[in-house]
C-alpha cells in the first residue's frame, strides 16, 4: 500500500469537520492528543506537565454530536471521576451514551517528554489505536503540531487538523511581526532575528538609538511561549544616553550576559531558534494583555479555510518577569473588544492564506490614554493556548454562542455569559485533597455550575491536586462582576476546607 504524505492526508479533511454541534452532524471519529510537543527546556518549566493533558477534556463537547466517536491520549490513565466530571457537564446527550462513544488509552509513563514521543514508541498501543479509527472518517486533534505529530499522522495514516509544522514560522516571535506588518496590525518597534549575543547586543543597542525615549526593552526569544522566554531588560539605569556607541554596546553586553530569562539555557537556545529584542511597551492611566482567539477550519481543495473569531479574553500575567500567563477572564473589555477581534480576523485570514488551519490566538498588549485606548499586537500562537480550554468548557456546559458584532458570548435562554479562569490556584493546604474531596467540597458548598442560575465553577487539572496542591478552574456567572464573585467564593471556600481536612 502507498503511504500518503502529510499533505496528502490533510487533503482529506472536510470543511464541517472541524465544527462542533450539537445536533446530527458528521459521522466521524476524531483522535484526541493534547500532548505539549514543545521545547523540553520549556516543558520542563511547568509543574505537573503531563496533568495539562487533561485541559483538553473539554474538547469532548464534540460528544455532543451523537455521530461523533472520541479516542483520547494521554500519557497516564485518566480517573474515572475526572473524565465523568466533564461528561456530566454536557446538555443535550445522556452521559452513558457519550462514554459509549468515548475510549481512553494511555502510555503509562508520566515522564515529562510530549505525549507523542511516548505514542510513537510504542506500536502496539498505535495499533490498537488504529482499529478503532474508521478509515476515510477520522482526523486527529492536537494541542500544538510538530514534527512528532506529523510523523504521527503518517504513521497512522489519518489526517491531522492543524496546522502543518512546515509553517510554523507565523507562530514564532519573529513570523508574527511579520504578518503584522503585513495585516497592518499596530505592534511595537523591534528587531530582527538575531543568533547570538554580539547581534543581540547590536539589536538592542539600534533599538534604543532610534528610540531613545526607551526606559525598558523585553529579550524574546523565537520559540518561547507562555513568557517563558521573555525577560524585560531594564535600559534606565545603564544610563545609554551621552555614552560612545562602542561603550554603550559594552554595557548592554553586560546586562544581557546576566539577563534574568526563565529559561535557563536560554543563551543555547539563542543559536538554535533566535531571539530578538522588542520595545517594552508603558505609559498611559492604564494597562492590559487582551487577546483574541480564532479557529480556521478547511476550505475547499486548494483553496484557503473559513476564519472564524470565536472569543476575546483579558490575560492575567505573573512569574518572576510578569510575562508567565496564570489566567484569563472572558470576554475583553468592551472599549477595544471590537477592535481586537478586527485585528483577529486579519490574522486569521493572513494564516488561512499560508494554509494555515484550526486554532490560533495574537496576543496583545492595551494601553489607556484618556478616554483613547492604544492596542499593540505582541505574537501569534499557532496552538490551542490556555485561553482554549476555559472557552471550551464554557461552550459544553451552556450549548451558547458568540455574537460576532458585540464579542459577547449568550446562553440559549438569552443571558450574556462572562469567566474568569485559572491554571494555577496553588496553595499547600490543597496538597493531599483527592478529586473525590474537590467534588464534596464544592457541592457542600452550593459553588458548582448551576445550569438554572447559569453560574458556578467548573474545574480541571484535577490531576496535579493531590501531588502538587495546584488545581485549575473555571468561574461563570452573567457579570464579570458576577463571574469574580464566583471565582472569589471559590478559592475561599476550596482554601478554609482543605485548610481544615488537611490541616
Known amino acids: 500500500m502507498t503511504l500518503l504524505s502529510f499533505r496528502e492526508l ?42 495539562y493533558e487533561e485541559r483538553q477534556l473539554f474538547s469532548l463537547i464534540r460528544l455532543r454530536d451523537p455521530g461523533v466517536r472520541m479516542v483520547y491520549a494521554t500519557s497516564k490513565p485518566l480517573g474515572e ?56 472518517r477520522s482526523f486527529i486533534n492536537c494541542f500544538v503540531v510538530s514534527d512528532l505529530e506529523r510523523q504521527l499522522s503518517e504513521r497512522l495514516q489519518v489526517p491531522l487538523l492543524g496546522t502543518d509544522p512546515a509553517l510554523g514560522y507565523w507562530g514564532s516571535k519573529a513570523g508574527s511581526r511579520e504578518l503584522f506588518a503585513r495585516c497592518g496590525v499596530p505592534h511595537p518597534p523591534g528587531s530582527a532575528l538575531t543568533h547570538n549575543l554580539d547581534d543581540l547586543c547590536e539589536a538592542t543597542a539600534e533599538l534604543w538609538e532610534a528610540h531613545p525615549e526607551l526606559r525598558q526593552c523585553v529579550v524574546k526569544l523565537n520559540e518561547g511561549f507562555s513568557g517563558e522566554g521573555n525577560a524585560p531588560l531594564p535600559l534606565e539605569p545603564l ?55 480564532g479557529t480556521i477550519y478547511p476550505g475547499p481543495a486548494g483553496q484557503p479555510g473559513q476564519v472564524e473569531v470565536l472569543s476575546s479574553h483579558e490575560q492575567v500575567l505573573g512569574g518572576a518577569s510578569g510575562q508567565t500567563y496564570l489566567g484569563c477572564s472572558f470576554p475583553a473589555a468592551e472599549p477595544y473588544r471590537a477592535e481586537l477581534m478586527r485585528h483577529g480576523q486579519a490574522v486569521g485570514e493572513a494564516l488561512a492564506a499560508e494554509g494555515a488551519l484550526e486554532r ?20 501569534v500562537n499557532l496552538r490551542q493556548g490556555g485561553t482554549t480550554h476555559p472557552y471550551m468548557a464554557l461552550s459544553a456546559i451552556t450549548s451558547g454562542s458568540l455574537d460576532p458584532a458585540s464579542g459577547l458570548y449568550h446562553a440559549p435562554s438569552g443571558p450574556s455569559l462572562h469567566y474568569k479562569a485559572t491554571d494555577n490556584l496553588t496553595a499547600p493546604h490543597l496538597r493531599g485533597l483527592l478529586p473525590v474531596d474537590l467534588i464534596d467540597i464544592v457541592a457542600e458548598a452550593g459553588l458548582h455550575f448551576d ?44 482554601l478554609r476546607a482543605a485548610q481544615a481536612l488537611c490541616p
Request: some cysteine; aromatic content about 4%; proline content about 5%.
Open 239 to 293: 544610563q545609554l544616553a551621552g555614552l560612545s556607541g562602542a561603550e554603550r554596546r559594552r554595557r548592554l553586553r553586560q546586562a544581557l550576559e546576566v539577563l534574568p530569562m526563565p529559561a535557563a539555557s536560554w543563551k543555547e537556545q539563542l543559536a538554535v531558534q533566535g531571539a530578538l529584542v522588542e520595545a517594552w511597551l508603558e505609559g498611559g492611566e492604564e494597562l492590559s494583555s487582551p487577546s483574541v482567539q
Open 360 to 379: 490560533y490566538a495574537v496576543d496583545f498588549i492595551a494601553r489607556r490614554f484618556g478616554d483613547r485606548w492604544n492596542l499593540q499586537a505582541i505574537e
Open 10 to 51: 490533510q487533503a482529506q479533511l472536510q470543511p464541517h469537520w472541524g465544527k462542533s454541534t450539537a445536533a446530527q452532524g458528521p459521522d466521524v471519529d476524531v483522535l484526541m492528543v493534547p500532548s505539549l510537543s514543545m521545547d523540553q527546556n520549556q516543558i520542563d518549566l511547568v509543574t505537573g506537565a503531563h496533568h
Open 81 to 136: 471521576l475526572v473524565v465523568d466530571a466533564v461528561l456530566e457537564l454536557l446538555p443535550g446527550v445522556p452521559t452513558s451514551h457519550a462514554r459509549r462513544r468515548l475510549h481512553l488509552v494511555d502510555t503509562d509513563d508520566a515522564s515529562n517528554r510530549p505525549l507523542t514521543a511516548k505514542l510513537l514508541e510504542r506500536p502496539a498501543l498505535l495499533g490498537r489505536i488504529a482499529e478503532l479509527l474508521r478509515p476515510g
Open 451 to 494: 445550569q438554572a442560575q447559569l453560574r458556578g465553577s467548573v474545574f480541571h487539572l484535577l490531576g496535579c491536586l493531590s501531588q502538587y496542591g495546584k488545581l485549575g478552574m473555571t468561574c461563570i456567572g452573567r457579570s464579570a462582576a458576577e463571574a469574580e464573585a464566583v471565582y472569589s467564593a471559590t478559592e475561599a471556600e476550596l
